[in-house]
């Protein structure tokens, strides 16, 4: 899409003013409010809640996409994949930068998949794959529920 300020010309373009589909999105939480206007200048709603985001079909991650993530696996089974994919050196490397040394493992996994490129794009795929169906973040199954 672009980022999240882009949701309100994929809105107007694929919403009721445009070619009226079915709609559902999944946003981070630093991202609701960019959400939130978008639904809002787009005539879904006004004054809109997370609640009333969610009747819409928008659904927001604690943090974001890969924060679910790494909870919904745990921090174990995402090294695991980082392993797999040979980035486990690139990782340990992050780990010892002195911004990261002692913070817990979680946020340096968020931080190391944040960075280098379209690394949060594969992640997300990969650690979607290796996630048991029983443990989906909510936000994400909510809104694979919608489609």
Do not use: H
Not at 16 to 27: E, N, V, Y
Not at 54 to 65: H, K, R
Not at 117 to 132: H, P, Q, T
Request: hydrophobic share 40%; net charge neutral; proline share 4%.
């Amino acid at each position: 899409m672009g980022g999240a300020q882009a949701i309100g010309r994929f809105l107007r373009r694929f919403g009721p003013q445009g070619l009226d589909l079915r709609l559902a999105g999944l946003c981070d939480a630093g991202e609701e409010r960019d959400f939130r206007r978008g639904l809002e200048a787009a005539g879904l709603g006004t004054e809109l809640t997370r609640a009333g985001m969610e009747q819409l079909g928008f659904y927001v991650c604690d943090e974001d996409l890969e924060d679910e993530l790494i909870r919904a696996l745990g921090a174990n089974a995402v090294l695991a994949v980082i392993e797999a994919e040979g980035e486990l050196g690139p990782f340990r490397t992050l780990q010892k930068q002195s911004a990261w040394d002692g913070r817990p493992v979680e946020q340096q996994l968020r931080r190391f998949m944040g960075s280098g490129g379209s690394r949060k794009i594969r992640y997300a795929r990969l650690l979607v794959e290796a996630l048991d169906p029983a443990r989906v973040p909510r936000p994400l199954d909510a809104v694979l529920a919608r489609v």
